[in-house]
T-cell receptor, first 114, second 113 residues
């Protein structure tokens, strides 16, 4: 069965510092990988996704994630965070033959301090 | 355009009561999904509709939970004989077609007292 592990429940960081949110997954088949973000009092929004091709994917607001098959990881990084990046971040996977079913990690709260 | 909407935004009910949670997907989206998010956890898949039919209901926890989508648009999640453990945020999502990007609604926070 698939599972997603986000070991860090909360990551505090100062504004303009770099950040990495860790995500590891377990699956016996090929997967698609996603990062979702939930801003305070808002619904989940897709931040970026890996389906195939280049293992490095980027979002429009400066986040990037790299699919590492050997380490079964899909860590999210940003070189310089803003106060507005404060949110809950969820990593998710889906199997290629049942891609409608997202399996989520427990989330990481990114807290950006001035 | 309008996103996925869910009503009510909050629902408080007593143990043993019946509740209905409504989801209005984005217009034209054929696929609809329900998830449940317990406190401190990520969303957990419940059921997936393709059109009017439930294509996968493997995530429904037991037979007290049931969902319908009679006209292929609005969906209702129904919970009978509610228990305190059912307290959670129930999320609905929709996508244009099977496997496409899922757009989530704001959720319904259900509290069973």
């Amino acid at each position: 069965a698939q599972s997603v592990t986000q070991l860090d429940s909360q990551v505090p960081v100062f504004e303009e510092a770099p950040v990495e949110l860790r995500c590891n997954y377990s699956s016996s088949v090929s997967v698609y990988l996603f990062w979702y973000v939930q801003y305070p009092n808002q619904g989940l929004q897709l931040l970026l996704k890996y389906l195939s091709g280049s293992t490095l994917v980027e979002s429009i607001n400066g986040f990037e994630a790299e699919f590492n098959k050997s380490q079964t990881s899909f860590h999210l990084r940003k070189p310089s965070v803003h106060i507005s990046d404060t949110a809950e971040y969820f990593c998710a996977v889906s199997e290629m033959d049942s891609s409608y079913k997202l399996i989520f990690g427990s989330g990481t709260r990114l807290l950006v301090r001035p | 355009g309008a996103g996925v909407s869910q009503t009510p935004s909050n629902k408080v009910t007593e143990k043993g009561k019946y509740v209905e949670l409504r989801c209005d997907p984005i217009s034209g989206h054929t696929a609809l999904y329900w998830y449940r998010q317990s406190l401190g956890q990520g969303p957990e898949f419940l059921i997936y509709f393709q059109g009017t039919g439930a294509a996968d209901d493997s995530g429904l926890p037991n037979d007290r939970f049931f969902a319908v989508r009679p006209e292929g648009s609005v969906s209702t999640l129904k919970i009978q004989r509610t228990e305190r453990g059912d307290s959670a945020v129930y999320l609905c999502a929709s996508s244009l077609i099977w496997g496409d990007e899922q757009y989530f609604g704001p959720g319904t926070r259900l509290t069973v007292t």
